[in-house]
């Protein structure tokens, strides 16, 4: 068994790893206009949030900081745009970081492509009116009620979640989703219990109907590969992201480097009603 490091001592090796590479950051990240004492930040406040993002492969929490960063998210969990999340291999019994992109991450990416000019996602709540219509002239009635809360002031339950795009050139699209589908996505995923599921999970809901509209919108390099990644979190499957090329980085990570540790351990409410694919939504 391996000797177990205390959490100040982890913590302490992941800073000087991190600010050992301020240069090779630095470059990675110019494009973007992020330096490297931002990253340093982020990476510090989703250990704060999950200090087991210290067990993992330091390989990988440096090249998922590193991915996000170069499409310009921050994956610092509170932003919405990204988070690091802690996993376990159980193929090499190891802890690793894998990236997950956020809700508003989605919304940065799509946006970027050059031709969608809006797109949002939306929840669902019970007792609000709404209908998906299919057809000929498809479209989306959604009333939401003036609340989201119940009578003895809780939040109504989720019933659907749905996510718009509207391209330039007028047309629109979207993609509905209900609780029962979302939920059954969330459990394939191993269903996080310190993530953004437990912590955010309204964002995660709209983000999940986001994911699936975006495979049909267009996507930029760093897109494709962000969505890629996020896709393989969400369906329970490793990233492997020690073997992930990052570009713009070489030789960044010494190839004797290993795992710091060697011990394993009211506003939802967005008003959108009669939405349909060929005309124009009331934004």
């Known amino acids: 068994m391996g000797q177990i490091i205390p959490l100040k001592e982890k913590a302490a090796n992941m800073r000087a790893f991190f600010e050992g590479r301020k240069n090779e950051i630095g470059n990675a990240l110019a494009r973007v206009g992020i330096t490297p004492d931002r990253i340093i930040r982020a990476v510090f406040t989703s250990a704060q949030k999950n200090p ?5 492969e330091i390989a990988t929490v440096y090249k998922a900081v590193l991915l996000a960063a170069q499409a310009g998210l921050m994956p610092d969990g509170i932003t919405q745009q990204a988070h690091l999340i802690p996993r376990m291999n159980r193929k090499r019994d190891i802890m690793e970081c894998n990236l997950q992109i956020g809700y508003r991450g989605y919304l940065a990416l799509c946006r970027r492509s050059g031709d969608v000019s809006v797109i949002k996602g939306t929840l669902v709540r019970a007792g609000d009116k709404f209908r ?7 479209r989306i009635e959604h009333e939401p009620l003036s609340t989201i809360l119940d009578a003895e002031g809780k939040p109504r339950e989720v019933t659907h979640a749905y996510a718009i795009a509207k391209f330039k050139d007028g047309a629109v699209d979207f993609e509905v989703m209900p609780i029962e589908e979302i939920e059954a996505l969330r459990k394939r995923s191993g269903a996080y219990d310190d993530g953004p599921w437990a912590t955010d999970y309204g964002e ?3 983000k999940t109907v986001m994911r699936r509209l975006c495979k049909r919108l267009p996507q930029n390099e760093d897109a494709a590969r962000l969505l ?5 979190a969400e369906g329970g499957i490793s990233q492997e992201l020690g073997n992930v090329t990052v ?15 060697d011990e ?17 939504p009331p934004f």
Do not use: F, H
């Open 52 to 56: 087991k993002l210290y067990e993992c």
């Open 132 to 138: 998906e219509l299919r057809g000929t002239d498809d």
């Open 204 to 206: 995660m809901c709209k």
């Open 228 to 232: 890629e990644l996020d896709a393989q």
């Open 247 to 261: 570009p713009d980085v070489e030789d960044a990570i010494p190839a004797d480097v290993e795992s710091i540790s």
């Open 264 to 280: 394993p351990n009211p506003a939802d409410a967005d008003e959108v009603g009669g939405i349909g694919r060929q005309s124009d």
